[in-house]
């Protein structure tokens, strides 16, 4: 008897548990060509290495004064920064860098890069993908490095589009400006949300790409279009960014993201979720620690509907977190979920960098089927006790 050709009833679902991984990863995600800036260009590496022309640095084309620098370089009395490596580059006044890339007409992706300011403190750096577009405030440094990790979303009109950094400043040193360096690129994907869970990605496991070697997270400034958010699902109300934390960093709730609250009502995460007016629900999340040396005290405040809870982070000997809930009944169709941190909070070794309580796991539920105490597990147990009944009679 020949061996039959069936094909075992394990290897479909196999296969499309695979196509399904598959398609929900882009070919373009990562780094960008030469996002780093390490490739030599046109004429090497030198102390006086303006680009000369549109084509001087391999893979992107430049505009203006366009420096790139290396690390240690000095100007005047001032130790210029590099992210990573060896060499990032600095735009001057109008100055920019653009690459073409290509995408998805119609998808969501986000955009990591590393972003140091030089000789002015209000120093800015726009980022478009046209016709999105949006300048970015370098004022505020989160960290004592003297550089940040940002992230910024667009939605793709075309398959083809231009990647844009330009330095809208005019300052008296026309060489003066932001530096950029590591350029990184991902498509996003709207979580599906979970069974008995109004909140869209509340573990916060969708989101920008992190930079490999990067202790700092990834900053999330002020966006307030969630559909097109680098964190899909949530809006980044203030004009302080939020940090995009990973679990090979930081200490992390559950899974391998989180987020960490910084600058107190400055750094607000918010999300509108469907809600039936009139019904109770409950509020929960995770809060705790990075174990980023964070300065305690650690609290947030929660916002659920019209009910609003400060929550203080108690240290517990056993975990870096604890459980919080609000309780509200919603008032409409949706509504809105928000949190940031009660306090200013830095770091206890430098006493600078930004810092914060942790926030994961949101989530909200219907709460109406508890107030039985047993609930649904009680209505079932009802039903089976109800059955068996039936069948001895």
């Given at each position: ?346 770091r206890t070794d430098d006493m600078s960098s930004l810092c914060g309580p942790v926030v994961d796991d949101v989530r909200v539920w219907f709460s109406g089927s508890r107030r039985n105490g047993l609930g649904g597990l009680g209505l079932r147990l009802g039903v089976a006790l109800w059955v068996f009944v039936l069948f001895?009679?």
């Amino acid at each position: 008897m020949g061996r039959s050709s069936a094909t075992p009833k394990w290897v479909l679902p196999f296969m499309l548990v695979l196509g399904s991984l598959a398609s929900q990863i882009s070919a373009l995600d990562g780094p960008l060509p030469n996002g780093d800036f390490e490739a030599t260009p046109t004429g090497g590496f030198s102390s006086d290495a303006i680009v000369d022309g549109p084509t001087g640095i391999p893979s992107w084309k430049s505009n203006g004064t366009v420096e790139v620098v290396e690390a240690g370089q000095k100007q005047g009395g001032m130790l210029l920064i590099v992210p990573q490596g060896r060499h990032a580059v600095r735009l001057g006044n109008d100055a920019e860098v653009s690459q073409d890339i290509k995408v998805e007409k119609g998808s969501i992706y986000s955009v990591t890069f590393s972003a140091a300011r030089t000789c002015a403190q209000l120093e800015s750096l726009n980022v478009s993908v046209l016709p999105a577009s949006q300048t970015i405030d370098l004022q505020t440094l989160y960290s004592v490095q003297g550089w940040d990790p940002y992230a910024w979303a667009f939605e793709a009109e075309e398959d083809d589009v231009k990647l844009v950094f330009r330095n809208p400043g005019m300052e008296d040193d026309p060489t003066c400006g932001p530096i950029i360096d590591d350029v990184a690129i991902k498509k996003l994907f709207t979580p599906d949300k979970p069974k008995n869970n109004a909140v869209v990605n509340g573990d916060f496991e969708e989101g920008p790409w992190m930079l490999a070697n990067v202790s700092l997270g990834v900053l999330l400034p002020t966006n307030l279009d969630e559909e097109t958010s680098s964190l899909p699902g949530w809006n980044v109300e203030s004009n302080r960014a939020v940090r995009y934390i990973d679990s090979y960093h930081f200490s992390v709730p559950q899974g391998k993201r989180a987020i960490e609250l910084l600058s107190g009502k400055e750094g607000i995460i918010s999300q509108m979720v469907e809600t039936k007016p009139n019904k109770p629900y409950t509020l929960t999340f995770s809060l705790g620690h990075a174990n980023d040396k964070c300065k305690q005290p650690l609290a947030v405040m929660a916002f659920a509907g019209d009910q609003a809870q400060n929550v203080h982070y108690t240290p517990n000997s056993n975990s870096t977190f604890q459980s919080a809930n609000v309780n509200f009944t919603a008032k409409a169709e949706r509504s809105r979920i928000a949190f940031y941190s009660v306090y200013y909070n830095t770091r206890t070794d430098d006493m600078s960098s930004l810092c914060g309580p942790v926030v994961d796991d949101v989530r909200v539920w219907f709460s109406g089927s508890r107030r039985n105490g047993l609930g649904g597990l009680g209505l079932r147990l009802g039903v089976a006790l109800w059955v068996f009944v039936l069948f001895l009679v």
